[in-house]
């Protein structure tokens, strides 16, 4: 299994459609960085977010999750409360290959502010927008810019195609269209 480069990155989202939009370039510019870079993809996060709060007591519980557990917000910019977590919608939209999987890891310019981007795997043939988790692991608020970078994806192709892929098991967060919450 190899690390794919920035040429089998342009190929596969030009061709079949692996990102889309795609940015041919690292875009850097009085913006927290996004685009093609030499041996990934820095994606970009929407300006939808869903912060937690703890106004209403709700328990987090992965097999019961209550909506009420978080605000949703609309906005350039976004503040995640101190210690707290958001979840936040990618504007790209992947297609993952069948022989390759994908990590996904934060960013240093956020990493460096105590914002975490969860290690999250794309599995093969898995498609749809990325449903992004921020940790803000500072005693601060700390803010998050829309339509900018938030995280890298790295991708990595097997020497043979997986005998069933994600899309073959039919997986829970197939073809998500926005931030999609924790189901069982």
């Known amino acids: 299994m190899a690390i794919k480069s920035d040429k089998w990155i342009r190929r596969q989202a030009n061709e079949n459609k692996m990102i889309e939009p795609f940015s041919e370039k690292q875009v850097r510019d009085g913006v927290i960085s996004y685009g093609l870079s030499s041996y990934g993809y820095d994606l970009r996060v929407s300006d939808e977010f869903k912060i937690f709060t703890n106004v209403n007591s709700a328990i987090i519980d992965p097999k019961n999750f209550d909506e009420r557990s978080f605000v949703?917000?609309?906005?350039?910019?976004?503040?995640?409360?101190?210690?707290?977590?958001?979840?936040?919608?990618s504007i790209e939209y992947f297609r993952i290959p069948r022989d390759v999987l994908t990590i996904c890891v934060g960013k240093s310019t956020y990493a460096r502010c105590g914002i975490i981007v969860n290690v999250t795997p794309f599995e093969p043939e898995w498609e749809g927008f990325v449903t992004l988790e921020i940790s803000n692991t500072t005693p601060l608020p700390a803010k998050i810019y829309a339509n900018e970078g938030l995280c890298q994806i790295l991708f990595f192709q097997s020497d043979e195609a997986c005998e069933v892929s994600y899309g073959d098991r039919k997986g829970k967060y197939q073809h998500q269209q926005g931030i999609v919450l924790p189901k069982l």
């Open 72 to 89: 949703s917000v609309q906005a350039p910019s976004v503040i995640v409360p101190p210690n707290s977590f958001a979840l936040a919608k």
